[in-house]
């Protein structure tokens, strides 16, 4: 029996292979074939269960996995890392602040779909995990991802969504830096009727940003879509059941979102949020769009986002290449208004983005050179375009959020992306304090206030 007969019996049993393609792998490469040239062999395959023939049979996921487990004599948990019930795991999509986005092939519906797996075993987790399953399955809307099915397999929970091809927007900026200003304006359109429609259901998204929208062609063009409705808070329990709503109705003081798009009354706690809120983020989302990469506040810690977010105005687009209309401007300012009461509604919104659309070629642009202000009609000239806002110190009389302990080899994990922090008492502001922008000179100027505090004492004793 050759040594790699196992892995192929193994690959035949997940329905990675059919077992005429693993004897015509076998005959074609003979007895001595080592690893990596049955599985050279296997890629140039088609899989049996595409429609299409330029599927390949082995993708680099599953090839890295067989790699690890055969270097590791563990081949028997290949079926544990790709096969889960009726799926076979065929790709990593990405990673969420609560779950793991997997590609896989529905052997039951013979369909491709995407499959959100929990990530940690927590019962906060857990909750907002079931959670977020049953508000999807609330939703029908061709701007927001199909929720499937929900299944329980191997004591963890898998949330299965309707599978979209496409970059999420935030690889699609990474990709082509600042996008034109049309389609940026299209995108930010599909995003608009999607909130409509979960704003009529009572339903905040609470994580609007561009990680979480992905763009898919289509024959009229390209179009977006809504994702991970993980943090998504229900505000009518009536229309859910109550186990939908418990997590969203006892978070309490917690802030619940992505640092550089959570709106300013966001960062007062989860209560506090409206449907407002999800405007804010968009407008951070489009923002970072047109300049090719760059939210509107850039900090380097979570008391200086709190307090930009909060407290200082938001900055204007810069003149930039392709040119922006004047009046595209003047609507992010809308967006981005610290009063909720101020931003528009997603139907006001999509009316006048559409008005803009219209204006095309015809639409007041910002020159090179020029900033704009919303107020004055004609643009201000000026020597050089303003730069994006540096967030300043926060204030001494705010009230600064604690970090919820975290294990010590991951201490700043808060800080790079969706986290929940609670907000409370003196003992909040001495770790902000320590933790914030200027970490030495805090430290240096409270020892040499101890040191006063002790000369003085001596001096005093003495005398």
Not at 1 to 29: A, F, K, S, Y
Not at 272 to 301: H, K, M, W
Request: contains cysteine; aromatic residues 8%; positive net charge.
């Amino acid at each position: 029996m050759h040594p790699l007969d196992p892995l192929g019996e193994l690959l035949v049993r997940i329905q990675l292979l059919r077992e005429e393609q693993w004897q015509q792998t076998r005959q074609n490469l003979g007895a001595d074939a080592d690893l990596d040239a049955v599985l050279g062999r296997i890629g140039q395959l088609s899989a049996w269960w595409a429609c299409r023939g330029s599927t390949p049979a082995l993708t680099d996921y599953q090839r890295k996995w067989i790699k690890r487990l055969f270097g590791q004599n563990r081949i028997s948990r290949l079926k544990k890392a790709l096969r889960w019930d009726n799926y076979l795991i065929l790709d990593e999509l990405g990673e969420g602040g609560m779950g793991v986005v997997f590609k896989a092939w529905d052997f039951s519906e013979g369909r491709l779909v995407a499959i959100k797996r929990i990530k940690g075993g927590s019962a906060e987790t857990y909750r907002r995990f079931r959670r977020e399953a049953r508000i999807q399955k609330h939703l029908s809307h061709p701007r927001i991802a199909r929720f499937l099915k929900l299944v329980r397999y191997n004591g963890t929970t898998l949330l299965v969504l309707e599978y979209i091809k496409g970059k999420t927007l935030s690889q699609e900026v990474k990709a082509r830096g600042p996008i034109p200003w049309q389609e940026a304006v299209r995108w930010t359109m599909d995003v608009l009727r999607a909130l409509e429609y979960v704003h009529r259901r009572k339903i905040i998204h609470r994580d609007l940003k561009p990680s979480n929208i992905i763009l898919q062609k289509q024959p009229t063009g390209v179009s977006a879509k809504l994702l991970d409705l993980g943090l998504a808070k229900c505000l009518d329990p009536s229309s859910m059941t109550p186990a939908t709503t418990k997590d969203a109705l006892t978070v309490g003081d917690a802030l619940l979102g992505t640092f550089e798009y959570m709106a300013p009354e966001q960062w007062r706690g989860a209560e506090e949020v409206l449907p407002a809120s999800d405007i804010y983020s968009l407008g951070c989302t489009l923002f970072f769009a047109l300049t090719g990469g760059r939210p509107p506040f850039v900090a380097n810690s979570l008391v200086a986002y709190c307090n930009a977010h909060t407290n200082t105005p938001p900055p204007r687009l810069p003149a930039s290449q392709p040119p922006v209309p004047e009046s595209l401007n003047s609507l992010l300012q809308q967006m981005l208004s610290k009063n909720p009461a101020k931003r528009r509604s997603p139907a006001e919104l999509l009316k006048q983005f559409g008005s803009l659309l219209r204006m095309g070629s015809d639409a007041r642009v910002i020159p090179e050179g020029a900033s704009f202000d919303p107020v004055c009609s004609p643009p201000v000239r000026c020597r050089q375009s303003p730069p994006l806002h540096q967030t300043p110190e926060p204030k001494r009389q705010m009230s600064f959020p604690a970090i919820l302990p975290v294990p010590a080899d991951d201490r700043f994990a808060p800080f790079a992306r969706s986290s929940v922090v609670k907000v409370s008492g003196p003992r909040a502001f001495w770790r902000a304090f320590l933790l914030s922008h200027g970490l030495f000179s805090r430290v240096f100027l409270l020892l040499l206030v101890v040191l006063v505090i002790v000369g003085v004492l001596v001096l005093f004793f003495h005398s």
